[in-house]
C-alpha cells in the first residue's frame, strides 16, 4: 500500500472555517448564493441551451456561454449529484472562467436540473457511454478543439472516468480537474449513512423531488411510492427494478475509481479534495492508480466541495482551478 498523500498546507481557513460541516455546508446552501447569482449574472445573461445527442437516442442539455472577447480555451464544468448547471458552485467557478475568457459549458447530467424528460430511462452513476458522447458532441460543436473540464464530488468521478477513457473514444481533452470527486462508492454510501444525521436526509430529499419529476414526465413508466427511506434501501431497489446489475454491490463497484479503473489515463488531471471530507473518506486515495499524468492534492481542511476561506469572493478550490487551467 502506497503512503499516504502529503498534505498541503496552502489551505488555511479561519479558525471558524475549519470545520467539515460548515464548510460542506456552505458550499450547496443558500447563505452565499444571492452574491454568487449577482456576480454570475453576466454569465447567465450571455448562456445559449444546446441540446446534445450523445449517442443511443440519449439527449443531454447544457448551457454554453461564450465571453465578448474570447480566449480560444473551452470548459466544461460538471456538478455532483443532485446538483444541475444553477448549482452556487457551478455558478461562481463559470463565472470567473467567463470572465477571464474561456467559453464555458454548464452540462447537465441525465435527470439533472429540469431535463427529467429528455430521457425515458432512469439515471445512474454508471451512465458513463453518455457523458463521453455529451463531450464528443461538444468537441465538434467547437470544431475539434480540445476541452477542459472541471467536475464536483460525482462529476469529478464522471470526468475522471471519461478522461481514463479518452485513448478508446478519441475525445481530445486538454485537462481535466475533479474536486472533492467520489472515490469509492461504497466507502461514501457508508460515510453518508455515518455521519451527521442532516446529509444522508438532505440527499434523501432531493432525490425524492427528482424522482418525483420523473414519474410526472414519464406517466405509466414509473412507480416511486415503494422505493424505500434511506439511501441504501432507495439505491438498491432502484438498482435492481432500474437498470441492468444484479446487485448493490456490482452497480458500486461499476463507477468506483479505485484499483486499475485509472491506470489508463493519459490526461493531465488533478484530484482535490481534503482531509476531513465527510462524504469522501480520504482513504479511498490509497487505492487509486497513479499514472504520471494525475497530480492528487490533499489539504487538511475544506469538507466536502467547500475549500471556503471567506463567506464572499473567490474560495481556494477556484484558485486552484483557475491556476491548473493556467488562469490564476
Same mark, same amino acid.
Not at 444553477?86 to 463559470?94: D, H, K, M
Given at each position: 500500500?502506497?503512503?499516504?498523500?502529503?498534505?498541503?498546507?496552502?489551505?488555511?481557513?479561519?479558525?471558524?472555517?475549519?470545520?467539515?460541516?460548515?464548510?460542506?455546508?456552505?458550499?450547496?446552501?443558500?447563505?452565499?448564493?444571492?452574491?454568487?447569482?449577482?456576480?454570475?449574472?453576466?454569465?447567465?445573461?450571455?448562456?445559449?441551451?444546446?441540446?446534445?445527442?450523445?449517442?443511443?437516442?440519449?439527449?443531454?442539455?447544457?448551457?454554453?456561454?461564450?465571453?465578448?472577447?474570447?480566449?480560444?480555451?473551452?470548459?466544461?464544468?460538471?456538478?455532483? %449529484?443532485?446538483?444541475?448547471?444553477?448549482?452556487?458552485?457551478?455558478?461562481?467557478?463559470?463565472?470567473?472562467?467567463?470572465?477571464?475568457?474561456?467559453?464555458?459549458?454548464?452540462?447537465?447530467?441525465?435527470?439533472?436540473?429540469?431535463?427529467?424528460?429528455?430521457?425515458?430511462?432512469?439515471?445512474?452513476?454508471?451512465?458513463?457511454?453518455?457523458?463521453?458522447?455529451?463531450?464528443?458532441?461538444?468537441?465538434?460543436?467547437?470544431?475539434?478543439?480540445?476541452?477542459?473540464?472541471?467536475?464536483?464530488?460525482?462529476?469529478?468521478?464522471?470526468?475522471?472516468?471519461?478522461?481514463?477513457?479518452?485513448?478508446?473514444?478519441?475525445?481530445?481533452?486538454?485537462?481535466?480537474?475533479?474536486?472533492?470527486?467520489?472515490?469509492?462508492?461504497?466507502?461514501?454510501?457508508?460515510?453518508?449513512?455515518?455521519?451527521?444525521?442532516?446529509?444522508?436526509?438532505?440527499?434523501?430529499?432531493? %432525490?425524492?423531488?427528482?424522482?418525483?419529476?420523473?414519474?410526472?414526465? %414519464?406517466?405509466?413508466?414509473?412507480?416511486?411510492?415503494?422505493?424505500?427511506?434511506?439511501?441504501?434501501?432507495?439505491?438498491?431497489?432502484?438498482?435492481?427494478?432500474?437498470?441492468?446489475?444484479?446487485?448493490?454491490?456490482?452497480?458500486?463497484?461499476?463507477?468506483?475509481?479505485?484499483?486499475?479503473?485509472?491506470?489508463?489515463?493519459?490526461?493531465?488531471?488533478?484530484?482535490?479534495?481534503?482531509?476531513?471530507?465527510?462524504?469522501?473518506?480520504?482513504?479511498?486515495?490509497?487505492?487509486?492508480?497513479?499514472?504520471?499524468?494525475?497530480?492528487?492534492?490533499?489539504?487538511?481542511?475544506?469538507?466536502?466541495?467547500?475549500?471556503?476561506?471567506?463567506?464572499?469572493?473567490?474560495? %481556494?478550490?477556484?484558485?486552484?482551478?483557475?491556476?491548473?487551467?493556467?488562469?490564476?
Amino acid at each position: 500500500m502506497p503512503p499516504p498523500d502529503p498534505v498541503s498546507e496552502e489551505f488555511r481557513p479561519p479558525l471558524w472555517l475549519r470545520n467539515a460541516h460548515v464548510q460542506s455546508i456552505l458550499a450547496t446552501t443558500f447563505v452565499r448564493r444571492g452574491a454568487i447569482e449577482l456576480r454570475a449574472a453576466p454569465l447567465v445573461a450571455a448562456q445559449r441551451e444546446r441540446l446534445l445527442e450523445c449517442g443511443a437516442g440519449v439527449t443531454l442539455q447544457c448551457f454554453i456561454s461564450s465571453p465578448p472577447r474570447g480566449n480560444g480555451r473551452i470548459v466544461v464544468v460538471l456538478h455532483g %449529484w443532485e446538483g444541475s448547471h444553477e448549482s452556487i458552485y457551478v455558478l461562481s467557478l463559470a463565472q470567473l472562467l467567463f470572465e477571464r475568457g474561456f467559453e464555458v459549458v454548464r452540462l447537465n447530467l441525465r435527470d439533472h436540473g429540469e431535463t427529467h424528460h429528455l430521457n425515458r430511462e432512469l439515471f445512474h452513476s454508471c451512465r458513463l457511454p453518455e457523458l463521453i458522447g455529451a463531450l464528443g458532441a461538444l468537441q465538434r460543436h467547437f470544431h475539434g478543439r480540445r476541452l477542459s473540464a472541471v467536475g464536483y464530488s460525482l462529476g469529478g468521478n464522471f470526468l475522471l472516468r471519461a478522461a481514463a477513457s479518452a485513448g478508446e473514444s478519441g475525445l481530445a481533452l486538454e485537462r481535466v480537474i475533479a474536486v472533492s470527486p467520489v472515490l469509492d462508492p461504497t466507502a461514501t454510501l457508508i460515510a453518508l449513512e455515518s455521519a451527521m444525521p442532516g446529509y444522508q436526509g438532505f440527499f434523501v430529499r432531493k %432525490w425524492r423531488r427528482s424522482l418525483r419529476k420523473k414519474q410526472a414526465a %414519464w406517466p405509466g413508466s414509473y412507480d416511486f411510492d415503494d422505493v424505500g427511506t434511506g439511501l441504501r434501501e432507495m439505491t438498491e431497489r432502484l438498482v435492481l427494478r432500474h437498470s441492468e446489475f444484479a446487485s448493490l454491490e456490482d452497480y458500486l463497484n461499476g463507477y468506483s475509481v479505485t484499483g486499475a479503473r485509472l491506470a489508463a489515463l493519459s490526461v493531465p488531471a488533478d484530484i482535490l479534495t481534503s482531509q476531513d471530507d465527510p462524504m469522501i473518506p480520504v482513504g479511498g486515495l490509497e487505492h487509486i492508480a497513479r499514472p504520471a499524468s494525475l497530480t492528487v492534492t490533499v489539504t487538511r481542511y475544506g469538507g466536502h466541495c467547500g475549500f471556503i476561506e471567506r463567506l464572499a469572493g473567490i474560495t %481556494w478550490a477556484e484558485r486552484f482551478v483557475l491556476a491548473r487551467l493556467g488562469a490564476g
